[in-house]
């Protein structure tokens, strides 16, 4: 047992004391599928949205979001380690040497790390950066207190360094260990509950409502094209983010979804008043958690609450799951609708990690990120605020 501790002191020794090489990481698609593929079922910590069938779809046709690289780390040829990452200028339009997690369309960024490896594999991805220029690796929306993060922060504690937070927030997540009933009990009351039951009562005069999940690919091919054009329907469609609005986002999340099933990752869930499909959502699976992506309702029932609808029968649905323990809601902090129902909070952020103990280019990185949020901040709040409005709107008529 020293031995091996000994040998893996020594490994992490060669790799802070080595001189970096200036060398591209590669390109995203070049990495062996398989060997990603038994990563994430290795990784410490899930995350759907750097599966390879998701990921590799949107870095293939997905809006703006094509063109990433790939940190990799290996161990005696096995991969142990990978963040899709692209340059700061393309990420952020700032032009200084720095590396950006890329967007994976959904809001989660954690990387993969082999869960017997964590922290061998976070400093080889650093050391990676650093061999490609880079003086700084930004890992947006991180899950700031799980594993991944922590093996970073003990790297870079053993190299004299520390994490920069940039920003910050909580968003709504579920556990699904519990009773479905009871938490949603605890969650909105008997008065909300009831209100829900009888605009659903009212919902069922359109037909039975039915709750419905796709999970094979040839079920996953018709259904997203039935959640696209729900999605396209209402306010998403009028801000121009729905996915039925670009052809590369539409390509994207046909191939994604479809893949992703024949693996059993991917599921969309529907809810139907007769044959009329009324609301819809995608959901990934990553071992033991699940990812909800987005949702589209039929505006024309907003009266009946659809999407409300659909989140308490998929609450039932993973709860009942045992292979199921947590629930990512992927939404924005304070989102009108998922947060009263979900009451669980996961803390998400964007992290700086610096590369080097006296780098001059980092200081300039944070004082160009810190003028870029002053810069933009008002817009989004103002943006921010205009949508969660409007959402609430839709959930009170509803």
């Not at 999940?213 to 009028?238: D, H, M, N, Y």
Request: charged share 25%; glycine share 6%.
């Amino acid at each position: 047992m020293a031995d091996i501790a000994d040998t893996v002191l020594l490994h992490r020794a060669s790799k802070r004391d080595a001189v970096p090489a200036r060398a591209s990481p590669t390109a995203l698609e070049s990495v062996s599928i398989d060997a990603w593929r038994g990563l994430a079922g290795r990784a410490i910590e899930p995350n759907g949205y750097y599966l390879p069938d998701w990921e590799l779809a949107v870095n293939a046709t997905a809006r703006d979001r094509t063109g990433a690289l790939a940190l990799t780390a290996l161990r005696d040829a096995q991969l142990i380690g990978l963040l899709p990452v692209v340059p700061m200028w393309q990420a952020l339009k700032i032009p200084l040497p720095a590396l950006v997690s890329a967007d994976p369309y959904g809001t989660l960024c954690t990387p993969l790390l082999d869960r017997e490896e964590a922290e061998t594999a976070a400093l080889d991805l650093m050391q990676e950066a650093r061999a490609a220029g880079a003086h700084a690796l930004i890992v947006r929306a991180a899950a700031l207190d799980g594993p991944a993060m922590r093996a970073f922060r003990e790297e870079l504690r053993r190299d004299g360094l520390r994490p920069v937070l940039l920003e910050s927030h909580l968003r709504a997540s579920l556990d699904a260990t519990r009773d479905a009933d009871e938490l949603l009990g605890e969650a909105l009351g008997a008065k909300k509950l009831k209100e829900l039951r009888r605009q659903r009562n009212r919902l069922a005069d359109h037909g039975e409502v039915r709750f419905e999940v796709a999970r094979t690919p040839q079920q996953i091919a018709a259904a997203v094209e039935t959640f696209r054009v729900l999605e396209a329907s209402g306010w998403k469609a009028q801000r121009g983010t729905a996915l039925a609005q670009d052809e590369g986002d539409a390509a994207f999340i046909r191939r994604a979804s479809v893949a992703l099933a024949a693996h059993g990752q991917c599921e969309i869930i529907s809810l139907f008043a007769g044959h009329t499909p009324v609301a819809s959502g995608v959901v990934l699976r990553h071992r033991d958690r699940a990812f909800f992506f987005k949702l589209g309702v039929d505006e024309r029932f907003a009266k009946f609450s659809p999407g409300v609808q659909l989140t308490l029968e998929l609450t039932r649905y993973l709860c009942a799951d045992p292979a199921i323990r947590f629930a990512d809601s992927t939404a924005a902090p304070d989102h009108p609708m998922i947060n009263p129902i979900w009451r669980g909070r996961l803390a998400i952020g964007d992290v700086l990690i610096p590369l080097h103990r006296h780098s001059v280019v980092v200081p300039l990185i944070r004082i160009a990120l810190a003028m870029r949020r002053v810069i933009r901040e008002p817009a989004r709040r103002a943006v921010r605020s205009l949508r969660q409005r409007r959402e609430s709107r839709q959930e009170k008529s509803a």
